[in-house]
């Protein structure tokens, strides 16, 4: 079974790093984009950043010059690295991913959860 997992949230104060992994397992030919998104409470998903099957990277204003998402094919893997958090990124983070099962096909995660006290 294909299936997507995100990990490594947690409780941080202003100012801190962590790192997100997403790690797809199950029958997969290769991966395609991947992003990250995340949903604070009360307001809509949003796309964060992501990156291509090429490794062409791209970021949301709120996040650019903190965060850095990278890819490892051979461990199907991607990584979203925080740094310099605020509360204002307090929020659900869910990894989506092009994957080829032969056929593409887009799988979410279930999300972990950032939480940046001030």
């Known amino acids: 079974q294909v299936r997507l997992e995100e990990s490594g949230g947690g409780l941080v104060q202003a100012g801190e790093s962590l790192t997100l992994f997403c790690k797809a397992s199950?029958?997969?030919?290769?991966?395609?984009?991947i992003d990250w998104h995340r949903q604070a409470p009360g307001k809509q998903r949003e796309l964060v950043a992501r990156?291509?099957?090429?490794?062409?990277?791209t970021y949301a204003d709120a996040v650019e010059g903190r965060f850095a998402i990278s890819r490892n094919d051979s461990e199907m893997t991607a990584f979203l690295e925080m740094a310099s958090l605020k509360p204002e990124d307090t929020a659900v983070y869910y990894c989506?991913?092009?994957?080829?099962?032969?056929?593409?096909?887009?799988?979410w995660g279930q999300g972990t959860q950032v939480t940046v006290s001030p």
């Open positions: 199950g029958k997969i030919y290769r991966l395609g984009a």
């Open positions: 990156i291509s099957a090429t490794g062409k990277v």
């Open positions: 989506r991913a092009t994957l080829w099962t032969p056929g593409a096909q887009d799988y």
